[in-house]
T-cell receptor
Framework: GQNIDQPTEMTATEGAIVQINCTYQ??????LFWYQQHAGEAPTFLSYNVLDGLEEKGRFSSFLSRSKGYSYLLLKELQMKDSASYLC?????????????FGGGTRVLVKP | DAMVIQNPRYQVTQFGKPVTLSCSQT?????MYWYQQKSSQAPKLLFH???????NEADTPDNFQSRRPNTSFCFLDIRSPGLGDAAMYLCATSRDRRTGRLNEQFFGPGTRLTVL
C-alpha cells in the first residue's frame, strides 16, 4: 500500500518561515508534487521534485530525499495570502497509471 | 487561456436523484481524472481516462460512473446520490509522458455538490 503523512495544521507569523514535512512510502515512485489549495478552490501547482535535493522558486523551496522517503516545503517571508492547505502528492509511474496519491494536507494559518 | 473548466461550480440535488457533473479542457491533454474531496481531506481519485481507456479505482462505488465522449469533455454521473456523496468534485488533466514534471496534473475549480 501507500502512505503519505504530513502534519494537520501549522501556525506562523507574517514574515516568518514555515517548513512543512511530508513522509511517504510507495512503490513506483516517479516524483513528488506540492500543491497549494485555498479553501473552496482547486489545488494549484507549487513544485515538483524527482531527484534528491532542493528546488528553489522565489519564496517557496522544496526538498526531496528519496532514500528517506521524505520531502519538505519551505515557505519564506510568509504573507497573509499564504494561509491555505498545502498538499503533498506522490506520483507513481506509468505502470501504476501515472496516478497522484495525496497526503491529507497541512493547513497553514498565517497570523499578523 | 488554456484551462480546465467545470460546470456548474455549485450543484444541489436531492437524495437519490441522478446528477451529472461536467468537465472540459482546452489543454488537449489525453489523461483526465475525477477526484472526490471531502472537507479537510485529501482529494481521492475515483477514476481516470487514458485517452478512451477507462480506469476505475478499486474502491470507487458503483454509484459513480463516467463518460468521455471526446478528448475535451468528461462527465461524472452519480446515479443515486446519498448524503455521504456531498463533497467537492475535482476534475484534472495531464499530458502523458514517461517521466518528469510533464506529468503535472492541472485542476479545474471543482464542483461543490450538496445532497438534500
Amino acid at each position: 500500500g501507500q502512505n503519505i503523512d504530513q502534519p494537520t495544521e501549522m501556525t506562523a507569523t507574517e514574515g516568518a518561515i514555515v517548513q512543512i514535512n511530508c513522509t511517504y512510502q510507495t512503490s513506483g515512485f516517479n516524483g513528488l508534487f506540492w500543491y497549494q489549495q485555498h479553501a473552496g478552490e482547486a489545488p494549484t501547482f507549487l513544485s515538483y521534485n524527482v531527484l534528491d535535493g532542493l528546488e528553489e522558486k522565489g519564496r517557496f523551496s522544496s526538498f526531496l530525499s528519496r532514500s528517506k522517503g521524505y520531502s519538505y516545503l519551505l515557505l519564506k517571508e510568509l504573507q497573509m495570502k499564504d494561509s491555505a492547505s498545502y498538499l503533498c502528492a506522490v506520483l507513481r509511474g506509468k505502470a501504476a497509471g501515472n496516478k497522484l496519491t495525496f497526503g491529507g494536507g497541512t493547513r497553514v494559518l498565517v497570523k499578523p | 487561456d488554456a484551462m480546465v473548466i467545470q460546470n456548474p461550480r455549485y450543484q444541489v440535488t436531492q437524495f437519490g436523484k441522478p446528477v451529472t457533473l461536467s468537465c472540459s479542457q482546452t489543454l488537449n491533454h489525453n489523461v483526465m481524472y475525477w477526484y472526490q474531496q471531502k472537507s479537510s481531506q485529501a482529494p481521492k481519485l475515483l477514476f481516470h481516462y487514458y485517452d478512451k481507456d477507462f480506469n476505475n479505482e478499486a474502491d470507487t462505488p458503483d454509484n459513480f460512473q463516467s463518460r468521455r465522449p471526446n478528448t475535451s469533455f468528461c462527465f461524472l454521473d452519480i446515479r443515486s446520490p446519498g448524503l455521504g456523496d456531498a463533497a467537492m468534485y475535482l476534475c484534472a488533466t495531464s499530458r502523458d509522458r514517461r517521466t518528469g514534471r510533464l506529468n503535472e496534473q492541472f485542476f479545474g475549480p471543482g464542483t461543490r455538490l450538496t445532497v438534500l
